[in-house]
């Protein structure tokens, strides 16, 4: 929740727009992968993020759709590519797919063990 948390207060508190604050976001984040199963990988129910925290899900929301513009300039209309790369889980209840999110907002990411960073 570090990304979202980090654009509320650029952007609220802090009065930046949504690009200066998304530049220093990406740049302050990096995503280290612990296990590349998918099972151990955390799903938030969006239900859940829509009642505690509704201004962060806006902004993954925001996140995702950006994110998702450029999946389509990269590989066109391709659903089951979009549906793969979607911090937004469609299938069953919405679930925030968050290894999804922190890859899409950090500047690097890596993994514990060679195996975790060569997928």
Known sequence: ???????????????????????????????????????????????????LLPRHLEIIYHINHLHMEQVKTKYGDDAQKLMQLSCIEEGGEKRVNMAHLAIIGSHTVNGVAFIHSEH
């Open 1 to 51: 929740m570090a990304i979202p948390e980090l654009m509320r207060i650029l952007m609220d508190k802090e009065h930046l727009s949504w690009e200066k604050a998304w530049e220093i976001t990406y740049n302050c984040c990096a995503y280290t992968n612990h296990t590349i199963l998918p099972e151990a990988l955390e799903r938030w129910p969006v239900t859940l993020l829509q009642e």
